[in-house]
Nanobody, 126 residues
Framework: QVRLVEYGEGSVQAGGSLRLRCEAS????????MAWFRQAPGKEREGVAA???????EYADSVKGRFTVSLDTMRNALNLQMDSLKLDDIGNYYC????????????????????WGHGAQVTVSS
């Protein structure tokens, strides 16, 4: 059974950085397409960043140039480096995964994913 656990939640001031890590068990991350989603209070869940296929990446426009997603096969994990954090980045961040596929029409569509973590809270203060 695949299990995803997020680490690295925390609180930072605007402009600061945080690094989230999603540790997978039950399957190697190289056999999955993976992504980060987030949900802010009162808002719908949105895709943030994905790694899929032959290590291709996809980012939401709101985080391009600030966030970096990467696979860590040594630790069987998915990382999300978040820099220049803004108040709009506040939310609960979820790790998601699905079986490996090279081509996806929309890697940030939550309907593609079948395994989910329980989330990590990110708070940004002004």
């Amino acid at each position: 059974q695949v299990r995803l656990v997020e680490y690295g939640e925390g609180s930072v001031q605007a402009g600061g950085s945080l690094r989230l890590r999603c540790e997978a068990s039950g399957i190697g991350v190289e056999r999955m397409n993976m992504a980060w989603f987030r949900q802010a209070p009162g808002k719908e869940r949105e895709g943030v960043a994905a790694v899929y296929g032959s290590r291709r990446t996809e980012y939401a426009d709101s985080v391009k140039g600030r966030f970096t997603v990467s696979l860590d096969t040594m630790r069987n994990a998915l990382n999300l480096q978040m820099d220049s954090l803004k108040l709009d980045d506040i939310g609960n961040y979820y790790c998601a995964a699905a079986g490996w596929r090279e081509n996806w029409a929309n890697p940030l569509d939550a309907r593609n994913y079948i395994w989910w973590g329980h989330g990590a809270q990110v708070t940004v203060s002004s």
